[in-house]
């Protein structure tokens, strides 16, 4: 490798390092802010994901570069219906707060109706600008770009526009195909594991679903111990499963079909 080969490689390095820190944090943060109803302290925490959210600009710049490269590895991820422009920029950040089942009654989530109908009535020009500039309503506190300053506003205004149309095509909204089709394990899996198993971009770090020749060995463990060690956490050569994926919320039997759900993925 040539010298200027080093320091491409040691910066990108970097950014995904980064990358996983600042998930692992936020993982941490709203697995805690999940499980506490105290709204000031929501609140409180919201502000500090915000505030931790920040870098990912930068991670998301590399991700892009490489997932360009590898898309075979990400259709596990679902319904990509047609390629929306927003869809990117949703899955790569809005995803983490809107698309969490579990997370219903402090974050408005995408393809549910019911809390997206008032909202929708303030006008799209209205939900455009406190996407953008953030706001703070009945539930708590939405940061400004998600979080991420770097997003340009076409970007954020391109992330409601699709968050918006999983309302107006309800059969083609990620949540809804799998509650209908009652794959626990998908449902799960598309608003929680996917965040770290199915970057392509950090391949070389969390085992992405899909990729057989990683799950191989993994396998062979027998499927009783992959259960034990996604639901009470695990860590192996790569580095760190958080227990649950880092929601205590979830029941053991939906961290199993979750599991179900992947090893699928490879046979
Ligand atoms: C850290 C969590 C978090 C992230 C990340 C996040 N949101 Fe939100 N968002 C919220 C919360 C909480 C609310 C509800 C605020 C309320 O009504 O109390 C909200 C509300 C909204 C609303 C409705 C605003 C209104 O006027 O009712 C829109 C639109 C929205 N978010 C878009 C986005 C987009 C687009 C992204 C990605 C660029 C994103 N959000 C990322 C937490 C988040
Ligand atoms: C914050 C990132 C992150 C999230 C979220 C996450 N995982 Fe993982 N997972 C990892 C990493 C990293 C490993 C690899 C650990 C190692 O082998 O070094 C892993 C490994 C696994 C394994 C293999 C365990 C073994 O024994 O080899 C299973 C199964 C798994 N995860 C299931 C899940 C399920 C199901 C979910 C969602 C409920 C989930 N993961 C969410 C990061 C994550």
């Known amino acids: 490798m040539s010298k200027e080969q080093d320091q491409v490689f040691f910066r990108n390095f970097s950014l995904v390092v980064g990358a996983i820190a600042v998930m692992m944090v936020v993982f941490f943060i709203v697995a805690q802010f999940a499980g506490n109803d105290d709204e000031a ?47 990117a920029v949703y899955d790569g950040l809005c995803v983490n707060c809107h698309g969490i089942p579990a997370m219903a009654a402090m974050i408005p989530q995408t393809g549910d109706a019911a809390a997206w109908e008032t909202r929708i009535e303030k006008g799209i020009d209205t939900l455009y600008e406190n996407a953008i500039n953030g706001f703070t309503g009945d539930m708590g506190m939405m940061p400004g770009k998600g979080g991420n300053p770097n997003l340009s506003d076409d970007e954020v205004k391109a992330a409601v ?15 809804d195909t799998g509650a209908a089709s009652g794959d626990v394990g998908k449902t799960v899996y598309d608003s929680l594991c996917v965040n770290c198993h199915g970057v392509a971009a950090l391949a070389a770090m969390i085992p992405q679903t899909g990729d057989a020749a990683v799950w191989a060995s993994r396998i062979e463990k027998g499927t009783d111990t992959l259960y034990t060690n996604a ?6 050569d790569l580095g760190m499963m958080p227990g649950k994926g880092g929601n205590p919320d979830l029941s053991d039997d939906e961290v199993k079909a979750a599991v ?8």
């Open 231 to 236: 639901i009470n956490g695990f860590t192996g």
């Open 41 to 87: 302290d929501a609140k409180m925490r919201a502000a500090q994901v915000a505030e931790l959210t920040k870098p990912v600009g930068k991670v998301t710049a590399v991700g892009d570069e490489v997932v360009e490269e590898a898309p075979p590895a990400t259709p596990p991820a679902g319904d990509a219906s047609g390629g929306h422009p927003g869809q």
């Open 161 to 175: 526009d699709y968050m918006v149309s999983q309302l107006e095509s309800g059969d083609t909204a990620a949540a």
């Open 260 to 267: 179900d759900y992947m090893i699928k993925q490879v046979q």
